[in-house]
Each structure stands twice: as structure tokens, then as C-alpha cells.
């Protein structure tokens, strides 16, 4: 149980272009959802943090023009990354909490994005 | 501002060899703490979560320990394998997020 995936696990993209990753929760459901960015050899960033219903709440550093997300159902929460340039070139891991427990998240394998 | 630090950056140890990974953070005021292994290219796999109200927990060869008022997590890994070669990851759940440390780079060497 407890298991999330993520949709692309890889998008090669042309700079300028906006590039939309799923992350769902396959047999639970997910009131918050998070979202990590990590750069190589680097550890995971905090981007956003995703409730259900509601709009998302970004880190410090984080332009929520440029990282659209959105989580429509309890199920489901997409990152966009808008107008794309090289430097968004990184590894995207989302997470979810079940919706009774506060205390774990359950992490997607991540999306690898290269943009040319 | 929850930081989380670990040390070292990077291991290498030959097969056999028992070694500790160690996580420290800030703020105590945690939730729980969690142990992640991520290999190249690859995710994150939970090892141990160790609520905040225990001191420790055990999987296999792994065993992990927290030191809330210290502010200082250990990862023991015995009889170390290539197969453990990784990146380790500590990471801290609080206030509704969780803050990673950077990791250390383990290699086991046959």
C-alpha cells in the first residue's frame, strides 16, 4: 500500500516550452502533497507544499508563475513548469500524506527533466 | 529555520565493515525522523521512520537511533555490501513539511 507515482519519469523539453508532471496516489488518499526539487549531488528542496482544494504554498525563493501546481482531487497533484529554461533542468519528486496520518509521507520515483 | 546537517559527505569502506551515518538538526521540536537510500538517477527509498516519542528502530542490518534532545539521528549499518553503496539521506518532519539533509555518499568497496 501507500504507493505514489509519477508521470513522465523523463521529458526532454525545448527551452520556452511548458512541461506538466503527475504525481498521484494509487491507493490512498492524499490531502497534502508536496513537491522537491534536487539538483545533482545536491539533497532534496522543498518547492511547494499542495493541499487539496486549495491553492498551494510556495518556499521562499520558489515563483509560483513559473511552478503551477495543482491539486484537483484527493488523488492527484501536477507540477507545470512554465516557459521552461536549462537552469529548471532537475530531478521532481512529489510526496504524499495520507489523509488520516500526520506523521508520514510517501515518496513518487521522480521525474528527471532536461531542457535544451 | 529547521537545518539539517550530515556527516560525512562521502564514505567508502571495504565489504564487511560495520559504520555509522550520522544526521543532526536544529530544531528538536520534530515530529519524527526518516532514513532514505536514493541511488543514481533513482528516488527515494524509506529505510527506517522513527517517531519522534521513540528512541530507536531496527530492519535487517539496519538500525537507526534518535537523540531528540540532542538533536542527533544515527544510521548503523552492519556487514556492510557493495548493494548498500547509495546516497543516504536523513530527513525531519515538522510543521507540516519535512527538511532533508544534503546526504553521504556511501561506497562499499568489494
Redesign the interface.
Known sequence: GAVVSQHPSRVICKSGTSVKIECRSLDFQAT?M?W?RQFPK?????MA?SNEGSKATYEQGVEKDKFLINHASLTLSTLTVTSAHPEDSS?Y?C?ARLARS?????????T?LTVL | KQEVTQIPAALSVPEGENLVLNCSFTDSAIYNLQWFRQDPGKGLTSLLLIQSSQREQTSGRLNASLDKSSGRSTLYIAASQPGDSATYLCAVWRNNDMRFGAGTRLTVKP
Open positions: 497534502t508536496f522537491y545536491q539533497s532534496l528542496m522543498l507544499t530531478f519528486i510526496s500526520y506523521n508520514e509521507q510517501f515518496f513518487g520515483p521522480g528527471r
